[in-house]
């Protein structure tokens, strides 16, 4: 129905950045609440940022609180995580989620209330 496609991710020192970028492909005339879930090895999957619907609210975990910044178009089905000063426990597989009419903010970290995942794009930050 709707795929979401994650690039961005790579090999990053401690202290550097990156830009995680995620389009959703597939016809939809409603604004999709979206965001970034991670995973990881032996860990379970933890929300990390989402924006709401109507781009107007943010979530972020408390671990990536000032160095991460979530952007997008939700309209348009593109969002963006701007992760700065990362540290070698942000490393993990990054997904990108998508979800319809997230019933309102507090919901934003909620991973069941999200339909749509992406594969996922692996973020490696060293020490």
């Known amino acids: 129905q709707v795929q979401l496609v994650e690039s961005g991710g790579g090999l990053v020192q401690a202290g550097g950045s990156l830009r995680l970028s995620c389009a959703a492909s597939?016809?939809?005339?409603?604004?999709?609440?979206m965001g970034w879930f991670r995973q990881a090895p032996g860990k379970e999957r933890e929300f990390v940022a989402a924006?709401?619907?109507?781009?107007?609210?943010?979530s972020y975990a408390d671990s990536v609180k000032g160095r991460f910044a979530i952007s997008g178009d939700n309209a348009k089905g593109t969002v963006y995580l701007q992760m700065n000063t990362l540290k070698p426990e942000d490393t993990a597989v990054y997904y990108c989620?998508?979800?319809?009419?997230?019933?309102?903010?507090?919901?934003?970290?909620?991973?069941?209330?999200?339909?749509?995942w992406g594969q996922g794009t692996q973020v490696t930050v060293s020490s």
């Open positions: 924006i709401s619907g109507r781009g107007d609210s943010t």
């Open positions: 597939g016809r939809t005339f409603s604004s999709y609440a």
């Open positions: 989620v998508a979800g319809l009419r997230i019933p309102n903010d507090y919901y934003l970290r909620s991973a069941g209330l999200y339909a749509y």
